[in-house]
């Protein structure tokens, strides 16, 4: 069995290690996962939403036959960029699916630890599972909140962590004229 410390990858200040802290630690994890999932979920159907009901108004007048409309290229631009946004906005959704299978695995590999009293006992095994669950991050801000979390920082400083992090990398990818069909 190794030291009473916490495991070196995530120190936890001077606490003496038990599984309960980690499993604390792992279910705050999850906490926070489904809460960024959710709010960045809302925001991508409400992008949605609002890209198809700016496509449907304009290609309503584009069409009607009542109203002969003269066709404007911005208004074709406007639909064209409508229409990337909504792209964009669907693609969230495979990273939603990414980021859900993440919290399921790690809760079902923490279920597995928990239910085994000998597993749950060991030290190692809790920092083998954080190192695993880490390694499986593909995004980086994963692995901001990740690192939050096992430093001990609350839920909330972690979804502040996450909120941050993603408005500074939302911004720098502003401006991306590369859609990527799926």
Known sequence: MT???????????????????????LLA??????????TDGGESVSELTDSFIHIAHNL????D?????ET???????IQEKIQQGIVAFQFYDRISQRLDHVSNSLNQLSHIISDPEKREQQETWENLQIGIKRKYTMESERVVFDKIMDGESIENALEAYKVYS??????????DDIELF
């Open 29 to 38: 994890l999850s906490v926070v996962q489904m809460k960024s999932i959710l």
């Open 72 to 78: 404007n290229p911005e208004d074709i631009t406007e």
């Open 3 to 25: 030291s009473a410390k916490n495991p070196a990858p995530y120190p936890h200040s001077d606490e003496v290690w038990s599984y309960t802290n980690d499993t604390i630690r």
């Open 65 to 69: 036959p009542e109203n002969p409309y």
């Open 167 to 176: 408005r500074i990398h939302e911004h720098s990818h502003k401006d991306d």
């Open 60 to 63: 309503n007048k584009l069409t």
